[in-house]
């Protein structure tokens, strides 16, 4: 979650991922320049922290609070956390949230369990849905939603049957967010990155070289995405003068599986 003040700071809020150093990996630079951050974590607080110390060292606040978004009878509380922290920076509402927390289960449709099955829809639907609901009325208005979906929504890969159909709903869910919250001028989008060099999953994509040269042929640059590939589109979405791109779907995979 992100937030823009009269003053030269935004103080922005990004639950991260239920692997908290993907998150992590790319936070010091996906947001505008003068932005402050509330960062969140499932599990790996050392790594939030170090996020939180990149973004420190260049000149913006950045807290740090734990959060699992499987959970959602805490999100009362964390909202309010939330507004704690935000009234210690002077400030009653946030202006950007980026619903990514995410976890990666690969198996196949026949083989995929009723336990994995809820799980996913824990974490990438439920999560999200609620957890945007009980901080909605700390959300700015004119402020910005960026819902985190995935390349695999549009093209299908056998093993992420689960997965995707979770992705899907949020990419719908965007949709009808931008409908209900328009009259406050809220801005929601979805964007779906492609295979990313990051812990997700194991690191899987960034640490076996066949699977990474595998996707890296399938994209037409020939390389797969690496974290700061992502962090600048977020920063884009979130930038001032773009918030009258709305209700949009914005695939940052590298042309892949074109």
């Known amino acids: 979650m992100s937030t823009r003040s009269p003053s030269p700071h935004h103080a922005p809020i990004a639950p991260s991922p239920a692997e908290a150093a993907d998150s992590a990996a790319m936070q010091p630079c ?75 289960i690969h198996a196949a449709f026949a083989e995929t369990s009723e336990a994995q099955f809820d799980e996913l829809v824990k974490i990438h639907l439920k999560g999200p849905f609620f957890l945007t609901q009980a901080l909605l009325p700390l959300i700015a208005d004119g402020g910005r939603i ?51 060099e990051t812990d997700f999953g194991g690191g899987t994509v960034r640490d076996n070289a066949q699977v990474n040269a595998l996707i890296a042929s399938q994209t037409a640059p020939g390389r797969v995405g690496l974290p700061d590939d992502i962090g600048a589109v977020v920063a884009a979405l979130l930038a001032p003068g773009t918030g009258w791109i709305n209700a949009q779907r914005i695939e940052a995979s590298g042309g892949m599986m074109l």
């Open 30 to 104: 996906i947001w505008p320049a003068r932005s402050d951050l509330i960062l969140t974590y499932r599990s790996e607080a050392a790594a939030a922290e170090a996020a939180a110390a990149q973004i420190r060292a260049l000149g913006r606040r950045a807290a740090v609070l734990a959060l699992d978004v499987a959970d959602s009878a805490s999100f009362p509380a964390f909202a309010t956390q939330v507004r704690q922290v935000l009234s210690g920076w002077g400030r009653e509402r946030f202006d950007h949230l980026v619903n990514n927390a995410g976890t990666g």
């Open 146 to 196: 960026l819902n985190v979906s995935s390349g695999l929504a549009r093209f299908a890969l056998p093993g992420y049957a689960a997965y995707a159909t979770m992705k899907g709903g949020i990419e719908v869910l965007t949709r009808y967010l931008t409908k209900e919250l328009g009259e406050r001028g809220i801005s929601v989008n979805t964007l779906a990155p492609g295979a990313i």
